[in-house]
């Protein structure tokens, strides 16, 4: 039998859920900002300050803080294996934002080539640190990266991009021809890991940046390289929206056996 009560009650159930069901991924993004807002105090630009240079800060990418707060995480590239200090050059971390950032002096503490990670040890009062997430990302999940995707031409100013995983991938680049095959590059075709591909945009100033869950700021990669289309003043001018990073299991294991 039709019974008006209950045709009213199932409609007002049925626009109920519809409420609930758009007030979720509304709640989901509404987190974003705030997750931000608890990153970036975390987040530092590395590089060298040369009193008598011009200019005198150089920043070569970015990293984050991790462990006690008075560790850096970043991509072993980003990090000098000399220092010219015959020149009073000093490898430091910026930290802050603005034009006129807390200049902190650093030193490498561990270091894994094969993969792309360094720890910084860094002066002064320790940072916030970021956690290092155990879960594994899977391709189509949606992760943010905060960084220094151009340097700080304008002063440290991070900068949030975001991406989906698009797939993990062995990180090993084939050679395109015969001269290209070192032994280093034969060893990496040989056992390659696996590394996450993000559709997202990244430049260089952006090595060493954290991935991060966008629900509670867990860290689940580092960003360490973009593909270059042509020349690597084509990452700029034409960046390819194709950006590789290391899973952060990797970082966990260099963090415990540091020595």
Do not use: C, W
Not at 41 to 64: D, E, M, W
Not at 152 to 170: E, K, N
């Amino acid at each position: 039998m039709f019974s008006p009560v209950r045709t009213y009650s199932a409609l007002l159930t049925g626009f109920f859920m519809r409420l609930v069901m758009l007030a979720v991924p509304f709640s989901a993004h509404a987190a974003l900002p705030e997750v931000i807002s608890q990153i970036k105090p975390s987040i530092v630009g590395v590089g060298t300050y040369q009193k008598l240079a011009t200019p005198r800060a150089s920043l070569s990418g970015t990293g984050f803080a991790i462990g006690d707060g008075s560790l850096i995480a970043t991509n072993s590239h980003v990090v000098p294996t000399t220092i010219a200090t015959n020149k009073n050059t000093t490898f430091v971390v910026f930290v802050g934002t603005g034009k006129a950032p807390d200049i902190r002096t650093a030193h490498v503490v561990a270091r894994d080539a094969e993969h792309d990670l360094a720890i910084l040890k860094i002066s002064g009062q320790p940072l916030p640190a970021l956690r290092l997430s155990s879960h594994q990302a899977r391709e189509g999940e949606i992760y943010s990266f905060t960084g220094f995707p151009i340097g700080a031409i304008l002063g440290l100013y991070p900068v949030t991009h975001r991406g989906m995983i698009s797939s993990i991938t062995p990180i090993a680049i084939p050679a395109r021809t015969a001269k290209e095959l070192s032994v280093s590059r034969l060893k990496h075709l040989k056992n390659p890991f696996f590394v996450y591909q993000l559709d997202a945009t990244a430049y260089p100033g952006n090595s060493g940046s954290p991935v991060y869950s966008q629900n509670n700021g867990e860290v689940i990669a580092i960003i360490n390289k973009v593909l270059v289309k042509n020349t690597k003043e084509n990452a700029l001018a034409q960046p390819s929206a194709i950006t590789y990073a290391v899973p952060v299991s990797h970082l966990s294991r260099l963090l415990k056996a540091r020595p």
